[in-house]
Each structure stands twice: as C-alpha cells, then as structure tokens.
Antibody
Framework: QVQLQESGPGLVKPSETLSLTCTVS????????WSWIRQPPGKGLEWIGH???????NYNPSLKSRLTISLDTSKKQFSLTLNSVTAADTAVYYC????????????WGRGTLVTVSS | DIQMTQSPSSLSASVGDRVTITCRAN??????LNWYQQKPGKAPKILIY???SFQSGVSSRFSGSGSGTDFTLTINSLQPEDFATYYC?????????FGPGTKVDIK
C-alpha cells in the first residue's frame, strides 16, 4: 500500500523560504501526478500544484511566481519550495497523489503544519 | 480558474437522515468532479470520483450524480462516522479547485 509522508520545518520566518519534502513508500512513483495541497487553519483546501513522474509540472497561477515543485525519482521524493512567505502561507500542507485519468486525489499524506512567524 | 460553490455551507442532521449536498461549477466540467470527506485533524479522503464512481472501500451510503455544472452528493441513512466536512473538487482543468466545503454536524 502506497504511503506518503511530509517532512520539513514547522516554523518559517516571514520573507524566508518554505521547503517541504514528501516521501513515497510502498509503491511505484509512476502513474501519478504528485501534488501539494494546503489548508489554512479553519479554512478550506487550496491546490498548490503537481508534478508527474515524467517531470511535467503544473502550478496554481496564484502562487506560481514564488513556487517550485521538483521530483527525485531515485529517492521517490517530491518537494515544494515557496519563497517570500508571509503569515498568509501558514497552513497544513498535504502531499497527495492524483491518479492519471479520471484524475482524483486518492493518496494523501497526514499533513504538516507550517507556521510563518518571526 | 473554475470557481466551485457548495450549498449549504453547513447542516445539522440526525443519525438515519438522508443528506444532500450540492456543488456547482461556473463552467462546464463534464463529469470531472470529485467528492472528499475530511474529519478534524485528518487528511481528506476520496469518496466519489468522476461525479458518480465509488472509490473502493467507501460505503454504499454515499452516492454522487450530475454532469456539466451541477452535482450532488447524497448520504443515505447518515451514520455517526459520517459527521465531517465534505468538499467537491474539479479535475477538468488547471488549477484544480475545491468548493468551500459543507460541514455536516449532529442535530
């Protein structure tokens, strides 16, 4: 059974860079779009972006200027980097897997809370 | 971006009730509509994909319908474990977008 696990700092200072990694275990990294979704405390879900096992990337335009998603197939890890963070970036960040057609998020990590604060 | 709306934003129901949640897209998304359940402190869980297809392991109490712009999630005979927040999501285009959620709590 495929499992996802997020890792990274839980506290980031304003204007600095948020970096998270998701490790895929128990299955292949193929046949999925590897995704990041976030949820501010008490609020709804926001899709951040995804990367396929072939390296095709799609970003949310609202974050694109600050965002990088990358994939390391040898380590079965994918990563999120978000620059110039503010308090508005405080959220639980989930990594997830979206199957290839009909495209739905059927794999989820447990989520990790990232707080932006000085 | 495709905008998703849901109604109601919250509802109170009793065990055994039938509950209906509506999701609307502001443009045609065919049947690229998914429903997720989220419980407090947990990651969302897929219930229905492609508007009406059941995810393996999900109770048959849950059903989905609709196409184009209007969609419905129905929960038959609500059970205690069904009290949660439900989100719709379109996978028709990038960026993927979610509805604001519908919180189902105990009356």
């Amino acid at each position: 059974q495929v499992q996802l696990q997020e890792s990274g700092p839980g506290l980031v200072k304003p204007s600095e860079t948020l970096s998270l990694t998701c490790t895929v275990s128990g299955g292949s990294i193929s046949n999925y779009f590897w995704s990041w979704i976030r949820q501010p405390p008490g609020k709804g879900l926001e899709w951040i972006g995804h990367i396929s096992h072939t390296g095709k990337i799609n970003y949310n335009p609202s974050l694109k200027s600050r965002l990088t998603i990358s994939l390391d197939t040898s380590k079965k890890q994918f990563s999120l980097t978000l620059n110039s963070v503010t308090a508005a970036d405080t959220a639980v960040y989930y990594c997830a897997g979206e199957g290839l057609s009909p495209w739905y998020l059927d794999l989820w990590g447990r989520g990790t809370l990232v707080t932006v604060s000085s | 971006d495709i905008q998703m709306t849901q109604s109601p934003s919250s509802l109170s129901a009793s065990v055994g009730d039938r509950v209906t949640i509506t999701c609307r897209a502001n443009q045609n998304i065919n049947t690229f509509l998914n429903w997720y359940q989220q419980k407090p402190g947990k990651a969302p869980k897929i219930l229905i994909y492609g508007a009406s297809s059941f995810q393996s392991g999900v109770s048959s109490r849950f059903s989905g319908s609709g196409s184009g712009t209007d969609f419905t999630l129905t929960i038959n005979s609500l059970q205690p474990e069904d009290f949660a927040t439900y989100y719709c999501q379109q996978s028709y285009s990038i960026p993927r977008t979610f509805g604001p959620g519908t919180k189902v709590d105990i009356k």
